[in-house]
């Protein structure tokens, strides 16, 4: 089975702070997937990361596929109340053990105003 | 824009009980799949289908059945409910890979709130 392990678990801090949150895995992953789920919702997704070493950009969050395709991590800029929320990474396993999606823990974000 | 529908959105069982979750999908999608979110845990893949007539198990399959008979329906049994089914959980939908997996964005229902007493 592979694992995905986010860190931190839980996040709370001040609007206009910036944070990073890291997924990291001992497996290859031909893609990643973060995805944001607000309370009392399904997760939606935010992006996708497939080349090794890919960043993107999404307003004020910045996502970065490891260059070995084994780790990411999720950076915010200026995090606003509206940032709240679990976020959840989840990587396609299809080039090592098949064709699922392994989710993450989520690390639960919480910006104060 | 239904999307990935849900029902019922919240469900009290005591244990031993039966009773389906049922999840419905307007978007054409061949890959359908089952999850349960327990706190700390992220998600979980219960089963999984790539079309119907095509169910696969998947993380923690057990005391769980399904079935898929149309393309747009895909419902998730709970047999004799225990405790440790109590969770939250989520149906999703996606287009099928070649390798017989989702392929790209998957789609969420709003989730089934599940206590088992």
């Known amino acids: 089975t592979q694992l995905l392990e986010q860190s931190p678990q839980f996040l709370s801090i001040q609007e206009g702070e910036n944070l990073t949150v890291y997924c990291n895995s001992s497996?290859?992953?031909?893609?990643l997937q973060w995805y944001r789920q607000e309370p009392g919702e399904g997760p939606v997704l935010l992006v996708t990361?497939?080349?090794?070493?890919e960043v993107k950009k999404l307003k004020r969050l910045t996502f970065q596929f490891g260059d070995a395709r084994k780790d990411s991590s999720l950076h915010i800029t200026a995090a606003q109340p509206g940032d709240t929320g679990l976020y959840l990474c989840?990587?396609?396993?299809?080039?090592?053990?098949?064709?699922?999606?392994?989710f993450g823990e989520g690390t639960q974000l919480t910006v104060n105003p | 824009n239904a999307g990935v529908t849900q029902t019922p959105k919240f469900q009290v069982l005591k244990t031993g009980q039966s009773m389906t979750l049922q999840c419905a999908q307007d978007?054409?999608?061949?890959?359908m799949s089952w999850y349960r979110q327990d706190p700390g845990m992220g998600l979980r893949l219960i089963h999984y289908?790539?079309?119907?007539?095509?169910?696969d198990q998947g993380e923690v399959p057990n005391g769980y059945n399904v079935s898929r008979s149309t393309t747009e329906d895909f419902p998730l049994r709970l047999l004799s409910a225990a405790p440790s089914q109590t969770s939250v959980y989520f149906c999703?939908?996606?287009?099928?890979?070649?390798?017989?997996?989702?392929?790209?964005?998957?789609?969420f229902g709003e989730g089934s709130r599940l206590t088992v007493l």
């Open positions: 999703a939908s996606s287009y099928t890979s070649r390798a017989g997996g989702p392929i790209g964005e998957l789609f």
């Open positions: 497996s290859v992953f031909s893609s």
């Open positions: 990361v497939v080349t090794g070493g």
């Open positions: 989840a990587g396609d396993g299809r080039l090592t053990s098949g064709s699922r999606l392994t």
């Open positions: 978007m054409n999608h061949e890959y």
């Open positions: 289908s790539v079309g119907a007539g095509i169910t």
